[in-house]
């Protein structure tokens, strides 16, 4: 898995693009709307902002360590 820190999130219909930054650059991860809803609640519970969250990703997953219960949130 990949870390980066979420910078922007644009909704694009079906799919809502994270835009995250590491130490290569910038780098994008797609969710499905219905998913992507499940992580904004989840890290909104938490009393946590997504601008600025360090992430860990890859294609099919991400996982939020300052939620510190290794849940794995799929992105599809």
């Known amino acids: ?3 980066g820190q ?3 999130i644009i909704n694009q219909g ?4 994270i835009l995250c930054a590491d130490e290569r650059g910038l780098l994008s ?11 904004f ?7 946590l902002r997504l601008n ?3 992430i860990n990703f890859n ?11 290794g849940k794995e ?4």
């Open 29 to 39: 991860v797609y969710f499905d709307n219905k998913p992507f809803s499940t992580f």
């Open 14 to 17: 079906p799919k809502v693009q």
């Open 1 to 3: 898995m990949q870390t």
């Open 59 to 69: 294609r099919d997953a991400i996982r939020v360590p300052a939620l510190g219960n």
């Open 52 to 54: 600025g969250l360090l």
């Open 41 to 47: 609640k989840a890290v909104k519970r938490a009393g």
């Open 73 to 76: 949130y799929s992105t599809r």
């Open 6 to 8: 979420i910078i922007r």
